[in-house]
């Protein structure tokens, strides 16, 4: 079945950061695959989380900073990086902020992201 989305839902985070969530829990119901566009502002950062999601991350401006375990790596616009779930990450954005799309499996959720306090 075909199911034509026409709007994203804006949710609120702290730090400027904007997500619009076109597919998930919130706008369309899905707790199969989540589908957000990121802004983050220059400086921006979160807390360390360890998701019981994968996460797919597609970079279209900016710098996304992604630290994990292995250390800490820059993407940039027009790349990707992907988490696994259970991996310890943390995320920040460079000093021209970042827009990016993410993509969760299953879907995004607050109590699943298991962020640090």
């Not at 839902?9 to 707790?31: A, F, L, M, Q, W």
């Not at 460079?94 to 699943?112: K, N």
């Amino acid at each position: 079945m075909v199911r034509k989305i026409d709007s994203a839902t804006r949710i609120p985070v702290p730090g400027g950061k904007t997500i619009d969530e076109y597919v998930g829990r919130v706008n369309s119901g899905d707790d199969r695959i989540s589908i957000a566009r990121m802004v983050a502002p220059a400086g921006w950062e979160e807390p360390a989380q360890t998701p019981e999601f994968a996460e797919y991350t597609l970079v279209l401006k900016g710098t996304v900073i992604v630290e994990h375990d292995g250390g800490s790596t820059e993407v940039g616009a027009g790349q990707a990086f992907t988490c696994e779930p259970g991996e310890k990450i943390r995320y920040r954005s460079g000093p021209d902020g970042a827009e990016y799309v993410a993509v969760c499996l299953p879907a995004f959720s607050p109590e699943t992201a298991n962020r640090d306090d």
